[in-house]
């Protein structure tokens, strides 16, 4: 099942490099009501293992594999990516924000609502706060 969603991701990719500025601008930004979702997923060991087991597999490649946003493909197309590891980007969208995207896409990355379960896009919030500095450092 990992090699056939890899390859959906892949797929999903070649079509971004090919978006032409019409496309892009049809991406809606993320509303307003996105930003006080609440995640209703605990962030225990076994949601953060299976937020990283679909990270590795479906964001790495652009995101990075630390969450550096310097993943292959990024570092390929010259994509801007944030550094998920930082307080900044920890800091700049909420649990609900980051579901958003996760479920309907921003930019040039596309949504995964159609091909992940709402648990699991909760498991990718809960990793992807999980990269973030640790609570005084």
């Not at 390859?7 to 490099?17: E, K, M, N, P, S």
């Not at 978006?19 to 605990?42: G, H």
């Not at 299976?50 to 969450?67: D, E, F």
């Amino acid at each position: 099942m990992i090699v056939v969603l890899s390859v959906a991701g892949l797929l999903a990719l070649a079509g971004w490099a090919a978006e032409t500025p019409d496309q892009a601008a049809q991406i809606p930004e993320i509303p307003a009501e996105a930003k006080t979702i609440k995640n209703p997923a605990e962030a225990t060991p076994e949601s953060i293992a299976n937020g990283k087991q679909i990270y590795t597999s479906q964001c790495a490649m652009c995101h990075g594999v630390s969450g550096d946003g310097k993943g292959d493909l990024a570092i390929r197309f010259k994509y801007a990516m944030a550094d998920f590891r930082t307080a900044a980007a920890q800091s700049a969208r909420t649990d609900g924000e980051w579901f958003h995207v996760l479920t309907h896409g921003h930019g040039k990355m596309s949504g995964e609502g159609d091909r992940l379960s709402q648990k699991v896009r909760w498991d990718l919030v809960n990793y992807l706060r999980a990269l973030g500095p640790k609570s005084g450092t």
